[in-house]
């Protein structure tokens, strides 16, 4: 039994965050059966939690730790964590700037967008704290990436571009998002307009443009941005003006319908 034990341990460090469905199946490939999950509980993992070389982060949730690795020492990586929680998910918002390399500050919140049927409530687990962000689609303008020796799911820059602006509460802020969309290269414009406007929502619409049109002047990131692009988001805009900050009065942008709340621009100048 310890023989298992220990190889089942060095199939699973090689993850370094597993959930207990990656235990079952490790097991299983061990034992060349299918054992009871109940019995890989009581038989290994058990014993790798008492031992130390596993870690419970939530219930059905494990960090790995090395064989010379203290728990209290233990340094967590919170894409990992997120990656772990539910099947279907992605990472978003402030959490996809921060693995793009974009995000102004590193927060300790973590991200992960789910369906309301996969709902789970916020945990913390050493610094960070993992909350849910509730979507209807998990899979559209998302990949899979390699990270650590493991993979996540990660909106696309476009669908991060555009929901960070949507939902700014979870991109930090106004300032924290504009700080962080300024350095989000590699955008594919074209993508962007389309997923803009399959989103049917004209206030959505109106700030990408504003946005795109403040970036394309101030970030080197933007400055190929077409023109024609633009033009193309701004013939869009239908109906009366609308606030760029819900319930912030201000001074009228004629060319997006945007009432842009005093002193805004100016302190986008000092960002």
Not at 27 to 46: C, E, G, H, L, W
Not at 199 to 218: A, D, I, M, N
Not at 239 to 262: C, H, K, V
Request: proline share 4%; net charge positive; hydrophobic share 30%.
């Amino acid at each position: 039994m310890r023989r298992k034990t220990e190889k089942l341990y060095t199939s699973l460090l090689q993850m370094r965050i597993v959930s207990f469905d990656d235990i079952v199946r490790s097991a299983s490939r061990i034992t060349a059966t299918s054992p009871n999950r109940r019995y890989v509980y009581r038989k290994y993992v058990k014993k790798l939690v008492d031992t130390g070389k596993l870690q419970p982060i939530r219930k059905g949730l494990y960090a790995v730790l090395s064989p010379l690795e203290k728990p209290e020492k233990h340094e967590t990586d919170k894409l990992l964590i997120a990656s772990k929680i539910r099947k279907e998910y992605y990472l978003g918002f402030h959490t996809a700037l921060e693995y793009y390399g974009s995000a102004y500050s590193t927060f300790n919140e973590a991200y992960v967008c789910v369906k309301p049927k996969d709902r789970f409530d916020p945990f913390h687990y050493g610094r960070f704290t993992f909350k849910p962000v509730f979507t209807k689609d998990t899979a559209s303008h998302t990949f899979e990436k390699s990270y650590a020796q493991s993979t996540i799911r990660v909106s696309s820059k476009e669908r991060t571009f555009i929901e960070c602006i949507d939902r700014v509460e979870y991109a930090g802020g106004w300032e924290e998002c504009i700080k962080s969309l300024a350095e989000l290269g590699g955008i594919n414009f074209e993508k962007l307009i389309t997923l803009t406007f399959d989103q049917k929502k004209q206030t959505l619409l109106r700030q990408v443009g504003y946005f795109l049109e403040y970036f394309k002047s101030t970030s080197p990131f933007y400055e190929h941005v077409n023109q024609d692009l633009l033009e193309k988001l701004r013939t869009r805009v239908q109906g009366s003006p609308q606030y760029l900050i819900r319930g912030e009065p201000g001074e009228l942008n004629a060319r997006w319908l945007l009432y842009i709340p005093e002193d805004f621009e100016e302190k986008l100048k000092e960002i």
